[in-house]
């Protein structure tokens, strides 16, 4: 389905094609996973209502997901799944309020952290395997001088990439960038067969120790790039994890421009998912993203801590 299709959906429409992805078997009730449920019709209940025949709770689609307790209507819900996952750089709140003509800034930000948080999936659970490429980088402000210093040691906040070479990729905020930090990253995310490619950083030293493949590094400060290794090995290089990380930062200076330290991790989120589903249809990415908004819960009042 594309943007024109959404174009002309009415309400309903978009209520049974959320459905469609969320329950494609048949309604499920999200208080207590019971199928045995009847739609409830007649001008006394609202459209899209259904009752759980086990624990006699009613429910509609939005229930049990980001989208509960929203009185946006569902067409501009399915809009914004679909500007927020074709939009390869981000999609800022300012321009979801205005396309969607929503009713306030706050709204159209509040949304897209919804969406965010149903982005972040359950394919964080599988670890990384096979060449796994690892890199820091930093968020923050362009120097406002000339020559200033830039990354580590000024008040950009650290993020850790890990990209598995045609595969998944794991993107967090990090406490701070020295070992133990990174070990604990690439440990948890990363299959103990696999091999892990970085730069010359020391804080990456003895890391080969934990995985089957070892340890290869490319030394950036030479002007090594690529390294071919004569006996056909693994190819070194960074350039896939800097890739994703050029996409983070063409979003943050033309898009985003404000990526503070409290909702980093949604726009991890955010741009990890689109890279998971990069080789798919904006349509089948946008449905992949309504998905993953069961099961998740997002308030207004504490938006970072889900």
Same mark, same amino acid.
């Given at each position: 389905m594309n943007i024109l299709d959404i174009g002309r959906m009415t309400d309903g429409q978009a209520r049974d094609y959320l459905e469609t992805i969320r329950w494609p078997d048949g309604p499920v009730c999200p208080h207590c996973s019971s199928k045995n449920c009847t739609r409830l019709q007649g001008d006394a209940h609202r459209h899209g209502c259904i009752q759980c025949n086990g624990c006699r709770e009613q429910f509609t689609v939005t229930v049990g997901s980001v989208m509960e307790s929203s009185h946006i209507?569902?067409?501009?819900?399915?809009?914004?799944?679909?500007l927020i996952c074709s939009s390869k750089k981000g999609f800022s709140a300012l321009q979801l309020q205005r396309e969607l003509e929503l009713g306030s800034y706050r709204t159209a930000w509040f949304m897209a952290h919804r969406i965010r948080l149903a982005m972040n999936g359950e394919e964080m659970?599988?670890?990384?395997? $096979?060449?796994?490429? !690892?890199?820091?980088?930093?968020?923050?402000?362009?120097?406002?001088?000339h020559g200033a210093k830039r990354g580590r040691g000024t008040a950009k906040k650290p993020i850790i990439a890990l990209v598995q070479r045609d595969g998944d990729v794991r993107c967090k905020p990090l406490e701070r960038v020295n070992g133990e930090c990174l070990m604990k990253e690439i440990v948890e995310n990363v299959s103990p067969t696999a091999t892990i490619v970085t730069d010359e950083l020391a804080s990456y030293r003895g890391v080969g120790d934990k995985f089957d493949g070892g340890h290869k590094t490319i030394k950036h400060s030479t002007g090594q790039y690529v390294r071919k290794p004569k006996n056909g090995g693994v190819v070194v290089h960074t350039?896939?994890?800097?890739?994703?990380?050029?996409?983070?930062?063409? $979003?943050?200076?033309? !898009?985003?421009?404000?990526?503070?330290?409290?909702?980093?991790?949604?726009?991890?989120?955010e741009f990890s998912f689109r890279w998971r589903h990069r080789k798919v249809k904006d349509s089948v990415r946008t449905v992949a993203a309504i998905a993953g908004s069961a099961g998740k819960r997002l308030v207004y009042e504490t938006p970072s801590e889900a």
């Open positions: 209507p569902l067409v501009k819900w399915v809009m914004a799944f679909h659970k599988k670890q990384l395997d $096979g060449v796994v490429e !690892v890199d820091e980088s930093y968020v923050g402000g362009r120097p406002r001088q350039n896939t994890v800097e890739s994703f990380f050029a996409l983070i930062k063409r $979003g943050h200076f033309g !898009v985003y421009h404000p990526m503070s330290k409290q909702h980093l991790h949604r726009y991890c989120s």
